[in-house]
C-alpha cells in the first residue's frame, strides 16, 4: 500500500522510457532549479480537466528554472486508453511543455507514493520536497477552481520562501493499480492534511 514521499524527502531514482523515444533518469533535469514530477495518465477526467491549467502554470514558471516531468503508472488493465500508444498519440496531439514518461512496471509510482492522477510533488534544488498534493481544487472542471496549490507553492518556492501550504490533498482517479488488493489504497486512506 503506497505511503506518499513526507516534507523534506529526496526524490527517488527512475530510468523510465519517454514518449519523445529518450529513457530519462532523475539526473537528466540537474539543471533544473525546481522539478515538478507528477503523476498523471491519458483518461482520467480529473486530469484532462485540469490539462491546460497544468499547461500554463508549466510555462509560467519555465522562466524561473522549474520543469515538469509527468509520469504515467496507470495499468492498462484498468483502462486501456492509458496504453503506451495513446501516451504518444497524446503528446503529439497537445505539445505539452513537459517530458511524458511511462511507469509499466509501477515501481516508482510506489516509491513515490502516488495516490491520484493528478498528483504533484514539488522538489527543490537538491531534489528535496517542498509540496505535494493537488493542483488546483476543482481539477474536474477548472472554470469552477478557486485556488491553485501548485501555482502558489511555485510563486513562494521560486521566490525564496518557505512554502507555507506543503501539503495538500490531492484530487483526482486512484492510480490503477495492477495488484490491486497489494497496493490499492481506499478512498477514506489517502487524506494527507
Not at 497544468?54 to 515538469?68: L, N
Amino acid at each position: 500500500m503506497p505511503f506518499t514521499l513526507p516534507i523534506g524527502a529526496k526524490a527517488p531514482d527512475f530510468s523510465l522510457p519517454a514518449t519523445d523515444g529518450n529513457t530519462y533518469s532523475l539526473s537528466d533535469f540537474d539543471d533544473a532549479e525546481t522539478l515538478v514530477i507528477f503523476f498523471t495518465c491519458n483518461h482520467c477526467p480529473f486530469v484532462l480537466g485540469s490539462d491546460e491549467v497544468t499547461r500554463a502554470t508549466a510555462e509560467k514558471y519555465a522562466d524561473k528554472g522549474v520543469q515538469f516531468v509527468g509520469i504515467n503508472s496507470n495499468w492498462v488493465g484498468v483502462h486501456p486508453e492509458d496504453s503506451w500508444d495513446h501516451m504518444v498519440e497524446r503528446m503529439e496531439e497537445q505539445q505539452f511543455p513537459w517530458v511524458y514518461l511511462h511507469d509499466e512496471s509501477q515501481e516508482v509510482a510506489l516509491a513515490y507514493g502516488a495516490l491520484r492522477t493528478p498528483h504533484f510533488y514539488v522538489f527543490d534544488s537538491d531534489r528535496r520536497l517542498v509540496y505535494t498534493g493537488r493542483g488546483i481544487d476543482s481539477p474536474e472542471d477548472a472554470s469552477k477552481s478557486t485556488v491553485n496549490d501548485l501555482d502558489n507553492a511555485l510563486a513562494e518556492h521560486t521566490a525564496g520562501k518557505t512554502v507555507s501550504t506543503p501539503l495538500t490533498n490531492p484530487i483526482g482517479c486512484n492510480v490503477k493499480w495492477a495488484n490491486r488488493e497489494e497496493h490499492w489504497m481506499p478512498d477514506e486512506a489517502v487524506n494527507l492534511v
